[in-house]
């Protein structure tokens, strides 16, 4: 038990329980505390470190912060579909290469900016990269761009599955 003073939490008077997070300077850790009222008066609190998750947290920060700066600085059209091969994720050079911006194309797959010709082969070549489970490059396709002429694109992709080995995107 830690005594705690009831205005630090607000505890005693509001009569509920309390979470909040908080850095200790002294330790140099952070914590998560939860105080909550007694029976009778007073209030009781404990504290989780949680220094690791919160280092954890910063990491991820920095390295989503690095990724979306590479993505959105590329020359490069990054993409992003999940396992029913529709896209996710159209970084900002999707206008300027494919046509249509990528709100436009968010929900639908690639086959639906193919000529109608191409759209067996295409799904194929994918069938056979989930079955090989290896990443693709330099594949050419013919898209369809917005002002009705076809545009060969190069596409190269890695697939991602899940740790049970089902395909996710």
């Known amino acids: 038990e830690h005594r705690h003073d009831d205005e630090a939490c607000g505890v005693a008077a509001a009569g509920e329980t309390r979470d909040f997070e908080n850095f200790y300077e002294p330790w140099g ?3 998560h505390n939860r105080c909550f009222p007694r029976r009778g008066g007073g209030m009781f609190c404990y504290f989780l470190d949680i220094t690791d998750r919160k280092r954890a947290e910063e990491a991820l920060g920095a390295s989503e912060e690095r990724y979306r700066s590479l993505v959105e600085t590329t020359s490069d059209l990054i993409w992003e579909v999940d396992a029913e091969g529709r896209y996710t994720f159209l970084s ?4 300027e290469m494919c046509g249509y ?3 436009r194309l968010l929900g639908r797959t690639p086959l639906d ?7 067996d082969e295409l799904r194929r ?5 989930i079955v090989d489970r290896q990443p693709f490059a330099a594949l050419e396709v013919p898209l369809v761009h917005p002002d009705g002429r076809q545009r060969i694109i190069e596409v190269s992709g890695v697939p991602i599955f899940a740790a ?3 395909f996710q995107g």
């Open 29 to 31: 850790r952070w914590f």
């Open 92 to 95: 900002r050079k999707c206008e």
């Open 101 to 103: 911006p990528a709100e």
């Open 113 to 119: 900016l193919l000529p109608d010709d191409c759209a």
């Open 125 to 129: 070549r994918v069938e056979a990269v």
């Open 164 to 166: 049970d080995g089902r």
